[in-house]
């Protein structure tokens, strides 16, 4: 063999930023293929894999919570690891990772939320459902929530993230005593006294975006009274609807004709709503909404006709937003890397080599676990027809980074999947302790312990990348 032809077998080294589902099945797509031979690093700010899936999934739909065990697999694979507690952009930068990889994937999904751009909106009892389900999934930079005081909750937006903050709120708290969340969320949500929960979309029930099967759960939770304002109902032609938005609002028609005695809550539907202010000066005391309805275009226009809905809790669920990764290019309106089916391009769209991006930060926030797995399949098929054609001879790969020397030298040890096998275990015996099959560990001072038991130097510092 010349050493020419080792060079040219010598595995390519691609470097995948963000563990959540989009980057582990862009890592199993590469291992699973035998044209070009791999090496595959998984970069995470977070010790713990499973970005979303861990810590947006809601915790009592636990058969979906295990696709963490499938996406755990991928890591069985022999040329795959997890260098967790390195965050992009802080820890380690596009030039360093272009200098250490043949390729990078850029996976980082999509971590803040869409604004309503109404006054009101950072008052103290707005809060945003990315940062409540942050919180109630044991996110370990999440804030604290208190619903001390709470009688009347609000959620704006009618997609699934509206039905999961709904659902956490409404569900007799004894059921969430099954569910992996943390000890002291499960506190808060067993002694709140919400009476009423709104949900408020600003087009009709047959636009909106939730799904069959979550708005079914939603509506049939025991001890809830569901209410739908009458006018939800108006200028829907059923004939128009296709099969899941006619059973939407079939489900919705049925669940307010159901009496529920004594009920312990009672969840209202309140469709052709927007918001216009959130109301209070040191807190939010309500919220005032106006009536809507759509022009010739299908565009929502408001009427000028508003109502005030008490509530002293908003919250924000009408979307996650995309941000910018520092050193790249970013198109601000729809929140992603601008790309090619996958190839990331400057903003004006020239193709930059050896750059890809999959998941949310690709498409924007939208779509469920599933589809990141044909997405993450497209770019990776590009990377290695890419990678195919890319020239290297022996100095080249001599030269690449040596990122664990070049990190270490900065006093940073990544974690291991194996540390994040340690802090699994911790929750297990967690929840033994409070005869629960698991509970999560929130706090980074817990968290850095448990992955520090063989680092050297000690335990991480906020300084080594924990934000
Ligand atoms: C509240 C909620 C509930 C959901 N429930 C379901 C459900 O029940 N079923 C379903 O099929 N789909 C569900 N989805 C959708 C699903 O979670 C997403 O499709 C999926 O998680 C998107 O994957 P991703 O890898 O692109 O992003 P993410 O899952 O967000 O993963 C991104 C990863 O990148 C890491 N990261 C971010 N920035 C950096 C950085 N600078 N450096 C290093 N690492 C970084 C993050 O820590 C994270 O681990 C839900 C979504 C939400 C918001
Ligand atoms: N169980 C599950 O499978 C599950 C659970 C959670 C999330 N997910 C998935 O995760 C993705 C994200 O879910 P999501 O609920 O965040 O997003 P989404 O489905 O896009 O819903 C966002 C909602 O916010 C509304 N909205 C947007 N801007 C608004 C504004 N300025 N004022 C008032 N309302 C506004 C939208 O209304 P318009 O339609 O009028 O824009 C829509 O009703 C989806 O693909 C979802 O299916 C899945």
Redesign the pocket.
Request: glycine share 16%; hydrophobic share 50%.
């Given at each position: 063999m010349t050493g020419t032809d080792r060079v040219a077998d010598a595995p390519r080294r691609v470097a995948i930023?963000?563990?959540?589902?989009?980057?582990?099945?862009a890592a199993q797509a590469l291992l699973s293929q035998d044209e070009v031979p791999v090496e595959v690093d998984v970069?995470?700010?977070?010790p713990?894999?499973?970005?979303?899936?861990?810590?947006?999934?809601?915790p009592d739909?636990d058969s979906?919570k295990s696709?963490a065990t499938a996406l755990a697999r991928v890591f069985d694979a022999e040329h795959l690891r997890f260098l967790g507690l390195?965050?992009?952009?802080?820890?380690?930068t596009r030039d360093e990772l272009l200098a250490a990889y043949d390729a990078v994937i850029y996976?980082?999904?999509?971590?803040e939320d869409r604004r309503m751009n109404v006054p009101g909106e950072s008052l103290p009892g707005s809060v945003s459902?990315?940062e409540f389900?942050a919180w109630y999934?044991g996110h370990p930079d999440a804030l604290a929530q208190d619903l001390a005081g709470v009688e009347s909750a609000v959620a704006v937006g009618v997609g699934?993230?509206a039905v999961?903050?709904a659902r956490i709120l409404t569900r007799d708290p004894a059921d969430l005593e099954r569910t992996d969340m943390p000890q002291a969320v499960i506190d808060v949500l067993a002694s709140h006294t919400i009476a009423d929960m709104w949900i408020v979309g600003r087009r009709g029930p047959h636009h909106a975006s939730f799904t069959t099967k979550?708005l079914r759960e939603l509506c049939s939770l025991d001890g809830v009274q569901v209410r739908v304002a009458a006018d939800a109902f108006e200028h829907i032609d059923e004939a128009d609807l296709d099969r899941r938005t006619r059973t939407n609002v079939e489900v919705l028609r049925e669940a307010a004709q159901r009496q529920v005695p004594e009920a312990r809550c009672r969840l209202h539907f309140l469709f052709w709503r927007r918001p216009v202010t959130l109301e209070g000066t040191d807190h939010v005391t309500g919220i005032t909404l106006e009536r809507t309805a759509l022009d010739e275009s299908g565009r929502v226009v408001g009427t000028g006709e508003t109502s005030t809905l008490d509530a002293e809790l908003v919250l924000r669920a009408i979307g996650?937003r995309g941000?910018p990764?520092?050193g790249l290019p970013f198109d601000l309106e729809h929140g992603v890397i601008p790309n090619e089916d996958g190839r990331v391009t400057t903003e004006d769209g020239h193709v930059l080599p050896r750059e890809y991006v999959?998941?949310?930060?690709?498409r924007g926030?939208?779509?469920?676990?599933?589809?990141?797995k044909s997405d993450a399949a497209q770019t990776v098929r590009l990377l290695l027809e890419d990678l195919a054609h890319l020239p290297r001879d022996a100095s080249e790969d001599a030269a690449l980074l040596d990122l664990d020397r070049h990190l270490a030298e900065r006093g940073l040890h990544p974690t291991t999947f194996e540390d994040w096998r340690r802090i699994e275990e911790a929750e297990a015996a967690r929840g033994d302790e409070l005869g629960r099959a698991r509970t999560k560990i929130e706090a980074w001072s817990e968290l850095l312990d448990l992955v520090a038991l063989d680092r050297p130097g000690g335990p991480p510092t906020p300084a080594d990348g924990i934000r």
């Open positions: 930023v963000g563990a959540g589902p989009s980057g582990l099945f970069i995470d700010r977070l713990t894999p499973f970005g979303l899936v861990r810590y947006g999934v809601a739909h979906i696709v390195v965050d992009f952009g802080e820890d380690v996976a980082a999904g999509a971590s459902a990315r389900v999934s699934n993230v999961d903050v979550e996650y941000v990764l520092p999959v998941g949310w930060i690709k926030p939208i779509g469920v676990i599933g589809t990141n």
